[in-house]
């Protein structure tokens, strides 16, 4: 469980990762798990890779949100069998906590991301792998998306990585607790339904509507996006009353950006505002 020796460097659109492919255009980051042989599982080393990749996202400008997918047709698999749980049979107390920390940290990473994050679901969606298409903010599905949070299938709780706390929160306690009790693949209709998928889609058009509404939201007022993510993971801890205050201080700081003047002066002009993020 050493560090990879590939730290992540600035600009993003310049980093070569070693264990995702990573491609930035018009400034959406699309992040690709690349292992198709093995349905793209998820490894010690592609954890830490990225976690540090999302954590580097705050710092830099020119990245406006991040669409995560799947290359060969599936999103990921989860943890590889031979390559994490084989290790962790083997591992004391100390060890298997060191990894359960390091699995939560990328879902950490992912909501302290300041980029809105689009998940590009198709094929197989199961483990961490769904996991990682919950800690994202708004997901897509293709036709056929197979969803299923597996942990209890291989002797383990639901509890990880944060499913308890945020499953819930999309498609309600009984829906979450059916899934993290039985270890079942839920459908894409499913997902649809219950509000896990904002849309499904043909698989041949999956990613290519991610990055379309990414690229929709790049447009937007990059400040206030960032503010609305923060919101929206700040207040699931407040009370409505506090919530409304919290919501307040933060329009307000959002009043004072030039993309809300530009906003302004371009309804005056009945023109469409260009905004720059600042």
Not at 20 to 27: E, G, H
Not at 207 to 224: D, H, S, W
């Amino acid at each position: 469980m050493s560090r990879p020796a590939n730290p992540v460097t600035l600009p993003l659109a310049d980093y070569k990762p070693s264990h995702f492919l990573l491609a930035v255009k018009d400034r959406v980051a699309t992040v690709t798990l690349n292992r198709p042989e093995r349905k793209n599982p998820l490894t010690f080393e592609s954890y830490r890779e990225l976690t540090d990749f999302f954590r580097a996202c705050a710092f830099d400008d020119d990245v406006k949100v991040v669409v995560v997918t799947g290359a060969g047709g599936n999103f990921s698999s989860g943890g590889d069998v031979f390559e994490i749980i084989g290790p962790l049979v083997k591992m004391d107390t100390k060890g298997l906590t060191a990894f359960t920390r390091m699995t939560g940290d990328l879902v950490k990473a992912m909501r302290a991301c300041p980029q809105p994050i689009v998940a590009a679901v198709e094929g197989i969606c199961a483990g961490a792998g769904a996991i990682v298409a919950m800690a994202s903010d708004i997901r897509l599905a293709a036709t056929g998306t197979k969803v299923a949070f597996l942990f209890n299938k291989v002797g383990l709780a639901g509890c990880d990585m944060g499913a308890c706390a945020i499953l819930p929160r999309i498609i309600g306690q009984s829906r979450a607790s059916e899934l993290l009790y039985t270890g079942r693949f839920m459908s894409a209709d499913e997902g649809e339904r219950w509000g896990f998928f904002s849309r499904i889609v043909a698989p041949s058009e999956v990613l290519a509507q991610a990055v379309a509404l990414a690229t929709e939201i790049a447009n937007g007022p990059t400040f206030a996006n960032t503010m609305t993510k923060r919101m929206l993971a700040m207040e699931w801890a407040m009370s409505v009353e506090e919530a409304i205050e919290a919501e307040a201080v933060a329009q307000a700081l959002c009043m004072t950006t030039e993309d809300f003047n530009r906003a302004f002066e371009a309804f005056a002009a009945k023109s469409k505002p260009v905004f720059q993020g600042n």
